[in-house]
């Protein structure tokens, strides 16, 4: 009698336990979770519903306190926060899933060959294009001409973008169909001459000459190259992306995609600078929606180091006959830095070059006047002067890097800038240490997609081949936790994001993603070799390996 009451009694007890649960969508636990939190702080469990973290904490906490009917148990594997990359090109990603792919390649001989291969595959093609070449990974390191390009193709127009995105090598047709010849000025651009002959090179704002006659993908188009994009990132655990230069029509494109669902991942967007986009959402203003946040303006001071386009405080050590050159005046930057400093958009500047960063910081600092909660970001923040530095903190600038330019760049940077203007460059720490936050994004398509080769550069200082032996410039590397927080919830402070995700924190939309090895732990030479295992986006699971 009495073990039926026991039984009885202990059955009561459950009922009562289990109702007294809080419900949820589901649970996960027996992980190591990283929450990015401002303490760093770690847990094992968290519980999900209507797409928000509800409780983070112990296993038995989460176990104790939440039922779900998914209960899911990870064994021990690593979770983060939904990865960031809160400067790239999603729709340039698309658009160079659809082109030949020149990455990587080591002369203009296979250039050619790719680009033979790519219109084989491609016989109806009007144009052909392609991008990712680096002249700095051949071994003459020249740029290179149009007659082999002519040789190749003499009846079909190429247009060839520089890794950089900031130069272009075109072939003869394409120039006559451009009406570039010697007499072809371009102010913030460069047309490159040899015995006073266009050689088919156009650097910064040459390429629009180019680019106003080559024919632009459509509506439909762009749809496939975004959910191409798409699949590339989830697959590799970014959960929020960029779009850093987008005009009202694409951007519009991204909105309706994401609203029918076709588009799940979150992105962040920056207008393009341009009198029809600033008529328009100066008028509008900011907003953001469950997926896109618009309240940005993308703006271009200057070009990129490698095509020798940053514009320098001082010539180039290699190149002593220039010191770059901006891309519109420095009355015209501060013209439009006025106009969005009297709106409530943040100003997103690219910045490579020292003489770029100087002047930016100090029309940052006339419009900002001091401390602030303005967000307004130097992207890039690539070489930046000595004298320089403290006004990211004294008038809360944020730089938003990209660590893996610095490792790309490693092996030329030194004989652009030499040995001591060099030291300025890729200073991700010193560059953090100012106001205690940095943004770390890939600039892809110009650089590889996958966010752990950025978190692998920035702690290591290598790249793939683990060169240099010791790390360049080791100075300047971060530790781990402050990388994470950098492609995570920094990232999201950067974006105006931070109160709806970046961190994996009770209320906070549930993005987040599930590795096989953690990054936190595993040797920095495994680093850009851990799986992607789980993507998930507002408590949705969107990839799966």
């Avoid at 983070?56 to 926060?81: F, M, W």
């Avoid at 033979?116 to 294009?129: G, M, N």
Wanted: charged share 20%.
């Amino acid at each position: 009698m009495q073990y039926r009451y026991l039984i009885t009694a202990l059955s009561v007890w459950a009922l009562v336990a289990c109702s007294s649960k809080k419900e949820a969508d589901f649970i996960i636990h027996n992980a190591v979770v990283y929450t990015a939190d401002s303490a760093f702080s770690t847990a094992e469990a968290f519980a999900v519903s209507d797409g928000k973290f509800v409780a983070v904490g112990t296993s038995e906490y989460i176990l104790n306190n939440y039922r779900a009917d998914r209960v899911t148990d990870l064994n021990g594997l690593p979770v983060y926060p939904g990865f960031y990359d809160p400067h790239a090109h999603f729709l340039g990603l698309g658009q160079m899933l659809d082109q030949a792919d020149l990455v990587g390649t080591t002369s203009f001989d296979e250039v050619i060959q790719r680009l033979q291969t790519f219109a084989a595959k491609h016989p109806a093609a009007l144009w052909l294009i392609g991008r990712g070449w680096d002249q700095n990974d051949w071994p003459d390191q020249q740029f290179p001409t149009r007659e082999k390009l002519d040789a190749a193709f003499p009846n079909i127009p190429v247009c060839l973008t520089r890794i950089d995105g900031h130069a272009v090598v075109i072939n003869s047709k394409a120039l006559r169909l451009a009406k570039i010849g010697k007499g072809t000025r371009v102010p913030g651009g460069e047309v490159v001459l040899a015995n006073g002959e266009p050689t088919g090179v156009l650097v910064d704002n040459a390429m629009g000459l180019v680019r106003r006659v080559i024919p632009q993908p459509d509506q439909a188009d762009k749809e496939r190259m975004l959910l191409a994009a798409q699949k590339v990132c989830l697959s590799l655990g970014l959960t929020t992306v960029s779009d850093a230069g987008l005009n009202q029509n694409d951007i519009e494109l991204v909105e309706r995609l994401q609203k029918t669902n076709k588009l799940k991942i979150r992105d962040y967007v920056m207008i393009s600078l341009g009198e029809p986009n600033l008529d328009y959402y100066l008028k509008r203003g900011p907003f953001q929606t469950d997926r896109l946040t618009v309240r940005s303006f993308k703006l271009y001071a200057d070009g990129a180091l490698g095509s020798r386009g940053a514009c320098l405080r001082k010539p180039y050590n290699d190149r002593p006959e220039t010191a770059g050159f901006l891309l519109l005046s420095p009355e015209e930057l501060e013209r439009n830095l006025t106009l969005l400093a009297n709106s409530a958009f943040q100003a997103n500047t690219h910045c490579i070059g020292d003489s770029a960063n100087h002047l930016i910081l100090d029309v940052y600092g006339k419009l900002l006047k001091g401390k602030n909660d303005r967000r307004w970001r130097i992207e890039h923040a690539q070489v930046v002067s000595p004298d320089d530095f403290w006004k990211f903190n004294r008038f809360s600038v944020i730089p938003s890097v990209q660590p893996t330019h610095a490792t790309s760049d490693m092996y030329w940077a030194a004989d652009r800038l030499g040995p001591v203007r060099v030291k300025g460059a890729y200073a991700f720490k010193d560059l953090m240490k100012q106001n205690g936050y940095i943004a770390f994004g890939s600039d892809f398509p110009v650089e590889a997609v996958n966010p752990l080769y950025g978190f692998h550069a920035a702690v290591a200082r290598v790249d793939a081949k683990g060169y240099p032996k010791g790390g360049f410039q080791m100075e300047n590397a971060l530790d781990r936790p402050s990388a994470l927080k950098a492609m995570t919830s920094w990232a999201a402070y950067a974006n105006f994001e931070d109160h709806l995700r970046g961190s994996l924190v009770a209320g906070k939309q549930a993005d987040f993603v599930v590795l096989q090895q953690d990054i936190m732990k595993i040797p920095a030479t495994a680093l850009r070799n851990a799986t992607v295992l789980q993507t998930w986006v507002g408590g949705e699971k969107l990839y799966q390996k």
